[in-house]
């Protein structure tokens, strides 16, 4: 007589909770039995499971023991600093052929030695986040340092 299948634990659940708002389920709850005795349990195990207040704690050794079970694998720093400082040419060239000249003969000035020793102690940092940070911070320190170039060839006439 009913179109609608009994509804499961999860449905049950959703329509307690009010995550589920379908009227043809809430009038099948309302004139099921089965599904009655059923929201009955559920409440039941809500309530239960509501009033459960465990206040444990960890083993001390919990966190060491962790610790030593984690893979600790080191980036290569050095490597990711050659290609930076590769990316940093390779765009310097680009953009006018002449800034590695003046680079060379002019030299990487404090501030930007200042912005380098800045990101790779970030990247440095950045080891713990995994390697999408690490490509975020290295892509940063190109754009800054492009602008920087630009900065540094507008001061310069």
Partial sequence: MT???????VTIQAIIDGEETDISLTKHLDNCPACQGLKKQVAELVKTSDGLRIDADLPPEFYENLMD??????FP???LAAVLFGLVLFSAYFLNPGYITWWFTVGITHQVG??????????VLSQALGPLSVITVLTALV???????NKLRVMEG
């Fill in 77 to 79: 720093i050095a490597l």
């Fill in 3 to 9: 179109d609608i299948q009994c509804l499961d634990e």
């Fill in 143 to 149: 754009a800054i340092e492009v602008l920087i170039l």
């Fill in 114 to 123: 200042l912005i380098f020793d800045i990101f790779f102690d970030l990247l």
């Fill in 69 to 74: 079970r984690i893979e600790v694998r080191p």
